[in-house]
T-cell receptor, first 112, second 117 residues
């Protein structure tokens, strides 16, 4: 399909791990990204993974990429209330124009 | 210093009016973008300019006209506004996508919320 798909909501308890999943569309996409949007703000890049990698770890964040299934996930360890936000998955389509296709975002709610 | 700044942040207007949103970036990037985020949070690319040249032009009504006077500015003019134009419009910038090793990271402004009544 044309759309990058993500589940819309995730609720976790503070201190637990959060896993946000994404299915992207184009197996030729070169980079896959996770962006974070806090209320009233623009999107900020959290992390990215190049398409020839399976995993990337960056402090509390772990990104897993399954190219065969076109599946991307973001794991946040020890989730904190400050992690509450909308998380967007995005793929960079091939070609020279940096065309990023975004999912609809997963709203993460962290409760005590 | 704000890296990507958009004005106005909020815009409320009547159907049929013409309005503009301005965007400026001070990151020295060559490439700028306009994205539209609807009420369901879907974020869709509208346009992209690289060094003042239009390089991405998605299926957007021709009532929307981007203008890039220089590579640090990309403005969006909308004619004959319709109810369905209500959304948050995000400007973004990035390094030149043609550069080797460019990860494609986008730097977003804070958004301009347009409400058409």
């Amino acid at each position: 399909g044309e759309d990058v798909e993500q589940s819309l909501f995730l609720s976790v308890r503070e201190g637990d791990s959060s896993v946000i999943n994404c299915t992207y569309t184009d197996s030729s996409s070169t980079y896959l990204y996770w962006y974070k949007q806090e209320p009233g703000a623009g999107l900020q890049l959290l992390t990215y993974i190049f398409s020839n990698m399976d995993m990337k770890q960056d402090q509390r964040l772990t990104v897993l990429l399954n190219k065969k299934d076109k599946h991307l996930s973001l794991r946040i360890a020890d989730t904190q209330t400050g992690d509450s936000a909308i998380y967007f998955c995005a793929e960079r389509r091939p070609g020279g124009y940096n065309k990023l296709i975004f999912g609809a975002g997963t709203r993460l709610a962290v409760h005590p | 210093d704000t890296a990507v700044s958009q004005t106005p942040k909020y815009l409320v207007t009547q159907m049929g009016n013409d309005k503009s949103i301005k965007c400026e970036q001070n990151l020295g990037h060559d490439t700028m973008y306009w994205y539209k985020q609807d009420s369901k949070k879907f974020l869709k690319i509208m346009f992209s300019y690289n060094n003042k040249e239009l390089i991405i032009n998605e299926t957007v009504p021709n009532r929307f006209s981007p203008k890039s006077p220089d590579k640090a500015h990309l403005n969006l003019h909308i004619n004959s506004l319709e109810l369905g134009d209500s959304a948050v419009y995000f400007c973004a910038s990035s390094q030149n996508p043609g550069l080797a090793g460019n990860t494609g990271e986008l730097f977003f402004g804070e958004g301009s919320r347009l409400t058409v009544l």
